[in-house]
């Protein structure tokens, strides 16, 4: 990557408190804070009078290329939801199908602010084109389900080393691969101690969904006499390396084996919502020391990728399940948002907050609206007013995607009529 400096001044900077002053980034890394950097020999100066700058955001649980299926399936149970109607949409699905749906993601997110994905899906190699073109980081796995059947349990294994020999540590080190074994119910023992032998082998993630739902942990109890995370346990599956999705329905023997392993955990308070899953247990959890981090889900069952939205949510979610208002306050689910998503992806070294030393991962929000007036308390406002619009630039590895509302990397009428068309033509397939 060609070297080039970029310096934000005249912003307030969000950083171990709030700060006026301006950084300099160059190749890539933020390698000054202060108030008093010289202007001269820049690349690119932005002037952010005005406004606020925050750590780009973190979605720990995407389903980038699901955004083709946006409005699909509303208002239906999850296993009525994935057995009559996506299921059913994804045995159609090929790579140019998942490219246009990951770059109408990308967009999507970029325009929210959140600069790091971690994306579980299908064909991951076009997804990763999509991720490599948007300019964004991703963590993506190849979405594992063998249903207990020896013969898919070969071709997932052979698909997963496939994407991670082609798309691991690609696009300037922005692409990485984790495994994605999809869930302890449908993946056998089998496949999990698979991804928990090259996951060791390899030194890489695993991301999966685990207890998401009250059936869910019924049906493991009559099959398995365990709950899920105890079910893994048992096997010896979890590691200070898993990110688990939703982890709704758990028990205080759970909350103490995540903590005990130090799994990593992913709220989607809105996709739990919406599927009546439940409300996830996050404060006892954060009470207990485990690292708990915000995802969206996929657009099928959220509908956005906004992680302000999710924030918010997070937050209020909490209070209404503890029926304590200071639970969860705004500070700590910002910090869910960006270091917490940084520490579950194993990246806390290089994003997650704004310091001399790490990638440039940065955004700009506009702090001049009605919804943000008066500007009394940024943090606050960041949380329970803002909102994805009012995100005006974002840099990701020391490049400018968007500036002043406008994306640099992706032409948005082009990505959104080459995802129109895509949806149109996958949904025709039915």
């Known amino acids: 990557m060609e070297t080039k400096t970029i310096l934000i001044k005249n912003t307030t900077i969000l950083a171990k408190g709030l700060r006026k002053g301006s950084v300099l980034i160059e190749d890539g890394k933020i390698i000054d804070i202060n108030n008093k950097i010289r202007f001269w020999g820049i690349d690119e100066v932005i002037d952010a009078e005005g406004k606020i700058l925050i750590p780009g955001l973190v979605n720990t649980h995407t389903h980038l290329s699901m955004n083709l299926m946006r409005g699909l399936a509303d208002d239906l149970p999850l296993d009525v939801w994935m057995n009559d109607h996506i299921w059913p949409v994804e045995a159609h699905l090929e790579g140019e199908h998942c490219y246009a749906g990951a770059l109408l993601a990308a967009l999507e997110m970029i325009k929210s602010g959140t600069t790091t994905c971690d994306d579980m899906y299908f064909f991951m190699d076009d997804v990763a084109r999509a991720i490599d073109e948007s300019g964004i980081r991703g963590l993506l796995c190849h ?47 089998e496949l999990l101690n ?21 059936k869910e942990v019924e049906d493991s109890l ?19 390396d898993v990110i688990a999705a939703h982890a709704v329905w758990l028990s205080g023997a759970e909350i103490a084996l995540i903590k005990e392993n130090n799994v990593k955990i992913s709220h989607n308070p809105l996709s739990n919502m919406k599927l009546a899953s439940g409300i996830s247990p996050v404060s006892d959890m954060l009470a207990n020391g485990i690292c ?16 302000f939205q999710e924030m918010k949510i997070a937050s209020l979610l909490q209070k209404v399940r503890t029926l304590d208002p200071t639970v969860l306050p ?59 619009p009012d995100v005006s630039t974002v840099i990701c590895n020391g490049e400018i995607l968007m500036r002043e509302n406008e994306v640099l990397v992706l032409d948005e009428m082009e990505v959104i009529e080459m995802a129109e068309n895509a949806s149109e033509d996958l949904l025709s397939r039915r």
């Open 222 to 240: 009559n099959d398995r006499k365990k709950r899920p995370f105890e079910y893994l346990d048992d096997i010896k599956f979890l590691g200070p």
């Open 143 to 189: 979405g594992m389900i063998d249903l207990f059947d020896e013969e898919k349990r070969k071709a997932e294994c052979k698909e997963t080393k496939r994407i991670i020999e082609k798309c691991h540590n690609t696009a300037d080190g922005r692409i990485q691969v984790a495994l994605g074994p999809h869930t302890p119910y449908t993946c056998s023992t």
């Open 330 to 388: 705004a500070g700590a689910v910002l910090e869910m948002a960006t270091m917490g998503g940084a520490t579950a992806l194993g990246m806390e070294k290089e994003i997650g907050t704004i310091e001399v030393g790490k990638k440039a991962d940065l955004v700009l929000m506009d702090r001049r609206a009605p919804h943000l007036t008066p500007y009394r308390n940024p943090v606050s406002h960041l949380v329970y007013s803002a909102e994805g």
């Open 292 to 307: 708990v981090s915000l995802g969206t889900d996929g657009a099928a069952s959220n509908n956005s990728l906004d992680l």
């Open 194 to 214: 698979w991804v928990r032998k090259k996951a060791d082998e390899k030194g890489l993630k695993i991301h999966i969904h685990v207890s998401e739902t009250e």
